[in-house]
């Protein structure tokens, strides 16, 4: 009878194909409830990475790119004759950071001094317009309109006189001068003429004829221009 049925499996020419050892049976209890992976391109998986990672690695990028493009401006462009795709020159970008710094540490220093400068003229100024009251005071008293009985009024003078002394000595310690104005060719750098007139007589043509307010400097600049009246010059 085994012989009969190899004999009709020779005739039919079908060979015996063997059954994987799984194949028929019965799953394990556990993959009953087992979900199944999605396929990938089925739609169903979901992305990795949210819109929120996504825009925060964007701005990440942006932020390394122009840290990268400010580096690339504090070292300068390459020069004309370096060949393409050559190292940068860091020795090059060394030497104009240094520059570079030393340039804003002038310009700090000097913008300091112009603050401090300003400063000292604005209290400067206030104690020029003093010196001006106690200046006005002294010329009243020597014209005859503060004298009285008693006495009193030489020992105020005296007092207001070695008052504006003081005054003086103090701007002169911190440079600062009267500008001669009378008789002097106008100068716009230190004199403010407020009208012109004709040349009167030992007045030259052009030359400060009156000063109506003292002017003073500091240095080799003015601190208050003086207020002068103009001999006029012939056309």
């Known amino acids: 009878m085994t012989d009969d049925i190899r004999d009709a499996r020779k005739e039919s ?12 049976a019965p799953a394990p209890a556990g993959d009953a409830t087992r979900p199944t992976p999605p396929e990938p391109g089925s739609g169903g998986e ?21 840290g990268t493009m400010a580096a690339d ?3 300068g462009a390459q020069p004309a ?9 860091y020795k090059d970008r060394w030497l104009r950071a240094e520059a570079e710094l030393q340039n804003s540490r002038r310009r700090g220093q000097r913008e300091r001094d112009d ?6 003229d604005r209290i400067l100024i206030d104690m020029v317009e003093v010196l001006d009251d106690l200046e006005r005071a002294l ?37 600062v001068t009267p500008t001669p104005a009378l008789g002097e060719p106008f100068d716009p750098a230190f004199h403010e003429a407020l009208l012109e007139i004709a040349a009167p007589e030992g ?27 103009v001999a006029r010059a012939d056309r």
């Open 81 to 89: 004759n370096a060949p393409a795709g050559a190292p940068p020159d």
């Open 139 to 175: 010329a009243a008293i020597e014209s005859g309109a503060g004298s009285g009985a008693g006495g009193a009024p030489a020992a105020w003078a005296q007092g207001v006189a070695l008052t504006a002394q003081r005054v003086r000595d103090a701007l002169a310690r911190r440079g």
């Open 203 to 229: 007045i030259r043509p052009g030359a400060v004829a009156q000063e109506v307010l003292k002017g003073y400097r500091r240095g080799e600049r003015a601190l208050r221009a003086a207020r002068v009246v």
């Open 13 to 24: 020419g079908a060979s015996p194909t063997p059954r994987s050892r799984h194949e028929g």
């Open 46 to 66: 979901e992305p990795l990475v949210g819109p929120e990672p996504a825009e925060a690695e964007a701005g990440a990028a942006e932020a390394f790119a122009a």
């Open 115 to 120: 603050a401090v400068r300003a400063s000292e």
């Open 73 to 75: 401006r504090l070292g």
